[in-house]
């Protein structure tokens, strides 16, 4: 008992004490256009808007992420299986990275959805290879953290059941869920990694799956718990914006090696 006591006891104190704490965001009006994405992602934790960009820029990207993953090497971040390849960084390698990574609607979607002042930290650009026993992208279910958190990911090629789409559990990132789930797991903050094991116990009901084709744009509280589903075949290119609270953005920034850059 003592045990779960203390698992639901760090979960609260870190979701609305250290949130309560932080710099909060302006009253910056919003269109109701922006307003519907706010009130869905309260709502659900995620929206998908597709066609974001179209197919030639998806085309464009994936070319320069191609050949900045074969032509600097020692600058790109590799998962174990050598599946999960990533640029962090990416926002320097291309005009049309940049001007996603540097939207200010997006930006302010997320702002007013957390509640809090947010930094852009950086763009993350990944190309996510079939190979056998790949954990797909992210390395397994998990939360980036247990206070709202955000994210924009944009899918660059078609993605199916096949080839790696972004899965959530649904509600995992509400109080009462979130508590449920730490009872069940006898697991909470600072554990943010959940075995597959451990996410079978959960209703499996709550899964979802995103699937989209290139250009598909997916706005989303990563305080959900999700992963990138490992690989049956094929390959899936994305780039995701990075944001964070202003107020540990330092220490955030420090976090993400290699950085990218073309010096050799």
């Known amino acids: 008992m003592f045990s779960h006591l203390k698992v639901l006891a760090s979960i609260i104190k870190y979701k609305y004490i250290s949130q309560k ?15 519907n994405f706010v009130d869905k992602l309260k709502k659900d934790g995620f929206v998908v808007i597709k066609d974001y960009i179209s197919k030639e820029e998806c085309i464009k990207i994936i070319s320069k992420i191609d050949f900045c993953i074969e032509n600097y090497k020692e600058k790109i971040w590799n998962d174990k299986e050598f599946s999960d390849q990533r640029i962090f960084g990416a926002e320097i390698i291309l005009e049309e990275i940049n001007k996603f990574y540097e939207n200010k609607q997006i930006k302010l ?28 992208s992210g390395g397994g279910w998990h939360k980036d953290a247990y206070y709202n958190q955000f ?19 649904e509600k995992s990132n509400k109080i009462f869920d979130t508590l449920k789930i730490a009872l069940k ?38 305080s959900l718990i999700h992963r990138g589903l490992p690989l049956k075949s094929n390959i899936r290119y994305s780039i995701t ?24």
């Open 21 to 35: 704490k932080r710099p909060q965001s302006k009253n910056k009006k919003i269109s109701s256009y922006e307003k």
């Open 109 to 136: 979607i997320g702002e007013k959805y957390t509640g809090y002042k947010m930094k852009n930290l950086m763009a993350m650009a990944n190309r996510v290879i079939y190979k056998k026993n790949n954990e797909g």
């Open 151 to 169: 994210k924009s990911i944009l899918y660059l090629n078609d993605v199916n059941n096949e080839n790696g789409p972004f899965e959530l559990i």
């Open 185 to 222: 797991l006898c697991k909470g903050y600072p554990n943010t990694r959940f075995s597959d094991k451990e996410v079978s116990k959960l209703d499996k009901i709550k899964i979802k799956r995103i699937l989209g084709s290139a250009g598909t744009l997916i706005l989303v509280d990563t």
């Open 241 to 264: 914006n990075y944001y964070s609270p202003e107020d540990i953005y330092e220490n955030l920034a420090k976090q993400f090696l290699p950085k990218f850059s073309f010096n050799q």
